[in-house]
């Protein structure tokens, strides 16, 4: 069974840091590309960054810069390192393993970014 935690959300202020962990269970976890998404209230679920099974990795353009994604295989653990972070940076964010056709989830991790 396939099972993702993460973990490393919380309350921060603007232009703080945040460093979310997922780690994975059930998967061969080198085989799998490695994505953090979040979902804000009433908007749709959008990619923050991805992460493949060589290290290749993507960002979205408001990640850019300030996010950084990285695994580490022997831990069976994605990371999202968060810096510079804004209030429209406030969401769930939710991590996902992708190999093949099956694509699965966590149930996420609150972040919020307030003074």
């Known amino acids: 069974q396939v099972q993702l935690v993460e973990s490393g959300g919380g309350l921060v202020q603007p232009g703080g840091s945040l460093r979310l962990s997922c780690e994975a269970s059930g998967i061969i976890f080198s085989d799998n590309v490695m994505g953090w998404y979040r979902q804000a209230p009433g908007k749709q679920r959008e990619v923050v960054a991805r992460?493949?099974?060589?290290?290749?990795?993507i960002y979205a353009d408001s990640a850019k810069g300030r996010f950084t994604i990285f695994r580490d295989n022997a831990k069976n653990t994605v990371y999202l390192q968060m810096n510079s972070l804004k209030p429209e940076d406030t969401a769930v964010y939710y991590c996902?393993?992708?190999?093949?056709?099956?694509?699965?989830w966590g149930r996420g991790t609150q972040v919020t970014i307030s003074a």
């Open positions: 996902d393993a992708v190999r093949g056709g099956r694509n699965s």
């Open positions: 992460i493949g099974t060589g290290g290749m990795t």
